[in-house]
């Protein structure tokens, strides 16, 4: 392991903030995270993965530690399912990838996902209808304050919309470091109704589609949307879809009857977040090298010298006019780093 100083994190983030990290490691192996969280030389620590999810304000005045551990390995199979674990630091599409070569179905409508897999159960990420929870099966992490391997169960997850115990009660406490998932061998489940999938398929004259066309047609859709974090800084959908009650709904519905939205439950309906901040005047907008996006309002981006704090300051203007406009309150999806 070497640590470096003064290291530049421009590379690690996708919105491509020229934050610095005042010290910095690469981890490639459980048993090195268990010594470097051990290693009482640098008290404060910051866990690093894919950068995709998150958006830095600041200098990081620790030592950031970045997970790259590596490996993809079938842990149990019959004929009609197939048990993977993957390694934290594999990077999330490039596993989907991998699922769909073999053709084990569950994940083809969360391709092109950015970030890595250690920090896909923290979000409980999801995508057109599909979540984590969905096929997942166990995690492993490292708790920070004794370097222990510890073994959570779907359950302990407490997996919630973009949620999970990992933002709640063991927020910076655990590092994980593999996910394992149950994934379809045949008779896959597609679930092509969330968002423009059937569109997409009806476009390219596909009638019978399967988990590779499903897959393709979300990849499609994601990039007529989504600009590519290597050419223009971004963090994907940076707020979630807000899910209100159903009195909320009925009076937002009678004063915007042509708004899209989703059922959840008889109590509990989901608005496009993308919809409302577009309808508020932002979709497109630039204030300095800090955005919102042309195509898709629900991404803010940076032009290239936006600071973390000039796009954190947009997304508050955002949730002010929202909340002004439409009475409902919208909340980042990514981690804020403050």
Known sequence: MEIHKNYSLKDYNTFGIDAKAKFFVEITTVEDLQCILGDTRYPHKFILGGGSNMLITKDIDALVIHIDMRGIFIENEDDSYAEIRVMAGENWHGMVLW????????????SLIPGNT?????????????ELKDVFVSCEAVRRADQKLVHFTKEECQFGYRDSFFKNEGK?????????????????????????????????????????????????????????????GNSG????????????????????????????????????????????????KRFGDAGVHS???????????????????????????????FGITIQPEVNLIK
Request: charge should be negative; aromatic fraction near 10%; hydrophobic fraction near 40%.
């Open 237 to 284: 959908s940076f707020f979630k879809n807000p899910i209100i009650s159903k009195e909320v709904f009925e009076d937002f519905i009678a004063k915007n009857p042509e708004a899209p939205f989703y059922k959840v439950s008889e109590e509990e309906f989901k608005i496009p977040a993308g919809w409302l901040i577009e309808q508020s005047g932002f979709k497109g």
């Open 295 to 325: 195509k898709q309002a629900l991404v803010l981006v940076n032009y290239g010298n936006a600071s973390g704090n000039e796009i954190l300051n947009l997304a508050h203007k955002i949730i002010e006019e929202v909340q002004y406009k």
């Open 99 to 110: 699922t769909l070569e073999r053709n084990f179905g569950g994940l083809e409508n969360m």
């Open 118 to 130: 250690g920090t896909a159960p923290i979000q409980n990420i999801g995508a057109y209808g599909v």
């Open 172 to 232: 910076d406490e655990y590092v994980i470091t593999s996910v394992t998932l149950k994934l379809t061998k045949k008779n896959h489940v597609l679930n092509t109704n969330y968002g423009a999938i059937n569109e997409e398929l009806a476009r390219n004259n596909i009638t019978d589609p399967g988990i590779v066309d499903v897959s393709n047609a979300v990849i499609n859709i994601r990039n007529s949307k989504l600009p590519n974090p290597k050419e223009l």
